[in-house]
């Protein structure tokens, strides 16, 4: 998963330099809205709802901008209907590409969904055909420069994490769903800095790009990532050290 792995850091580095928050909180809010529609608007019962607001936190969207998006879902302000949905389908070298979605027209969002994977080379697939290639995993990510490694080594393990991976300049600690929020909530409390805390699809193995199949295949993620329906993007390539240098998207 070291590509896929390497592509969070650089987006999560883009997204500090492009500034793009409001796109990051309308899509925050979006997350909000349908979490406190199916579950209710209490963070407390709501596990969904929480994971909602943790996320909106970590781009800096404001309280009230939050409770805002909360009163939306359970009705207490008027706002739109969102669905959840997820697609699946193909980029370039066969890459499995896992989409979750939240519209308030299914049909337009499909047909758009449909024109950026063609663009690339790519195309929509039918339900289910790469969901299995992925593993719903929690994901704690910590940057290793500000964090005392035996600290956080320690308090994740006595948490439950099922792994700890070294990415270069971050750890990614990865966990089963249920243990979650004990692996983030223990890290917090040995003060170990946070970078992202998410419930996320981990690919369960990966295919190797290069040259311009890498190429289309980012542009096609970052196209679709670009969408306003889309919450998340899930895709099992990994493309060499070597190759990020020379697509320019490492030092």
């Known amino acids: 998963m070291a ?14 330099q492009d500034a793009k928050r409001g796109q990051a909180w309308s899509k925050c809010a979006r997350a909000i809205i349908a979490a406190a529609k199916n579950g ?12 909602a607001i943790d996320e909106a936190r970590t781009v800096n969207m404001p309280k009230d901008t939050i409770e805002n998006a909360i009163k939306k879902g359970t009705g207490e302000l008027a706002g739109a209907n969102y669905e959840n949905v ?9 890459v499995a590409i896992l989409l979750e979605l939240l519209t308030d027209n299914r049909n337009r969002t499909a047909g758009e969904i449909r024109k ?14 790469v969901a299995y290639l992925f593993a719903n995993k929690g994901s704690v990510v910590v940057v290793k420069d500000a964090a005392d490694e035996e600290a956080m080594v320690a308090a994740a393990i006595d948490a439950g994490a099922e792994d700890i ?3 270069g300049e971050s750890w990614h600690i990865v966990t089963e769903p249920t243990h979650f ?9 040995a003060s170990v800095p946070i970078q992202s805390a998410r419930m996320t699809m981990i690919p369960n193995g990966t295919v190797a790009c290069e040259g311009k199949e890498a ?14 329906d889309v919450q ?14 020379a697509l320019g998207e490492v030092d």
């Open 3 to 16: 590509g896929h792995s390497k592509w969070a850091n650089i987006k999560h580095r883009k997204a500090r």
């Open 40 to 51: 209710g608007g209490d963070p407390s019962a709501n596990l969904t709802l929480r994971y």
């Open 86 to 94: 997820v697609y699946e389908g193909y980029g370039a070298n066969g």
């Open 116 to 129: 950026i994977f063609e663009k690339s080379g790519g195309h929509l697939g039918t339900a289910g055909c």
């Open 165 to 167: 991976i070294d990415d």
């Open 181 to 189: 929020v004990a692996v983030r909530d223990a890290l917090q409390q």
């Open 215 to 228: 190429r289309n295949l980012l542009h096609l993620i970052e196209a679709l990532e670009d969408h306003d």
């Open 232 to 245: 998340t993007v899930f895709a099992n390539f990994d493309i060499p050290e070597e190759e990020w240098v």
